[in-house]
Nanobody, 124 residues
Framework: QVRLMESGGGSVQAGGSLKLSCTASTNATYAMGWFRQAPGKEREAVAIITGTGAYTFYTNSVRGRFTISQDTAKNTHYLQMDNLTPEDTAIYYC???????????????????WGQGTQVTVSS
């Protein structure tokens, strides 16, 4: 069973930055990503990166502000979040795609393992 350990959430004022980290118990992942879920809303994909780093996906609302990266030697990937807005407030979840199929890149059903979630709160 793949385990994912997240860190880096917190509270920040609008315009500030946070960096999330997710360490996996294995490097045998097809892709890794971050999703978020705000109260009363569905879980949405924020950023995805393939195991090789050759492909990245960003949801439109974060493109240009968030950057996903990885350190394969540490089985860790990161989400650098800059110029945060109150609309970014949510619980952020790390996710691992172990098979490479099961849905589109931005669909939660594609992902086989999930972290426990970390709260990100942005105040205006």
């Amino acid at each position: 069973q793949v385990r994912l350990m997240e860190s880096g959430g917190g509270s920040v004022q609008a315009g500030g930055s946070l960096k999330l980290s997710c360490t996996a118990s294995t490097n045998a992942t097809y892709a890794m990503g971050w999703f978020r879920q705000a109260p009363g809303k569905e879980r949405e994909a924020v950023a995805i990166i393939t195991g090789t780093g050759a492909y990245t996906f960003y949801t439109n609302s974060v493109r240009g502000r968030f950057t996903i990266s990885q350190d394969t030697a540490k089985n860790t990937h990161y989400l650098q979040m800059d110029n945060l807005t109150p609309e970014d407030t949510a619980i952020y979840y790390c996710a691992a795609d172990l098979t490479g199929y099961g849905g589109a890149w931005n669909e939660p059903r594609r992902y086989d393992a999930w972290g426990q979630g970390t709260q990100v709160t942005v105040s205006s």
